[in-house]
């Protein structure tokens, strides 16, 4: 049984997985409207009246529905404030990272809507901003470019690749390191080399902060970790760079320092990549 409703959409990831033909772990839901007013009926768990959001228990099951609406970043770089709540779903789509997360389906006929032509770009397998601003609201979109592109395949088209250079090299080091670090770790987590090659070869590494310092890895961390599998796989990637603008848990800390502990007290300063990984994690079990 599913929620059916002619204002009600599935919208992101569940939309483009499906064209992808993958299975999706998550199904966002959409209403044109407001999502609270329309829950009323339904068993409501939570509601969060500020982002226009309500929790339901459906069949079984837990399920959110969010509002569609219009936000702005009067703070570039941070958290954005909610301009409107209840716009057209067209509005509430061209506020999304890329236009392959900027599709729906109507639930109650399965209709399909694309109004910035995201399935062309699955086609064309091309990574596009709905705007030129995109980077310079949020900077974590950058590192969710470098996901999807590690996990798809898929390449920025030209427009989105200068306004990427760009941002990097105008950086606003005024921002959410909080988003960072999630896209960080969700990122890194895939445990995949093309990713860190890809995050130093573009120059997303300047993003952890100023004076960052290019690393020379000559060895393949990915098959380092497939022999020795560790919970923090994103902590070995990142253990190159100062990530001192982080907010980092305990556990998180400790394994870093460990990490700087390993590499100052080596009898040998060129005491190679490979090892001090392998030491990593063995010893610690990041």
């Not at 890329?98 to 910035?116: C, G, L, P, Q, V």
């Amino acid at each position: 049984m599913k929620l059916k409703d002619r204002n009600l959409f599935y919208v992101g990831g569940f939309v483009r997985d499906e064209i992808l033909g993958v299975s999706s772990l998550d199904i966002d839901y959409t209403f044109q409207g407001n999502a609270i007013e329309f829950a009323k009926e339904l068993n409501v768990i939570k509601v969060n009246k500020d982002f226009g959001t309500v929790r339901v228990l459906f069949d079984g099951d837990e399920i959110d529905i969010a509002s569609t609406r219009i936000e702005s970043y009067p703070r570039k770089g941070h958290l954005p404030v909610i301009d409107k709540i209840g716009c057209s779903l067209k509005e509430d789509l061209k506020r999304r990272d890329f236009t392959i997360n900027a599709m729906a389906k109507r639930t109650s006929d399965n209709e399909f809507i694309d109004y910035y032509d995201g399935k062309r770009d699955i086609e064309d397998k091309k990574l596009r901003v709905l705007h030129e601003n995109s980077f310079v609201d949020d900077p974590s979109r950058i590192i969710r470019g470098l996901k999807f592109s590690v996990r798809f395949g898929f390449e920025l088209d030209n427009d989105t690749k200068k306004l990427q250079i760009n941002y990097l090299n105008n950086i606003n080091y005024d921002m959410s390191y909080y988003r960072l670090k999630k896209e960080l770790k969700e990122t890194f987590n895939l445990n995949r080399d093309l990713a860190f090659e890809k995050f130093l070869s573009q120059g997303i590494y300047k993003l952890l902060g100023e004076n960052q310092i290019l690393p020379n890895v000559n060895v393949s961390i990915e098959d380092l970790i497939k022999k020795i599998p560790c919970e923090n796989i994103w902590l070995v990637y990142m253990s190159f760079f100062d990530l001192s603008k982080f907010e980092l848990t305990r556990v998180e800390k400790r394994i870093l320092e460990w990490n700087e502990k390993l590499k100052t007290q080596s009898p040998n300063k060129n005491t190679p990549v490979e090892s001090i990984i392998f030491n990593m994690i063995r010893e610690h079990e990041c």
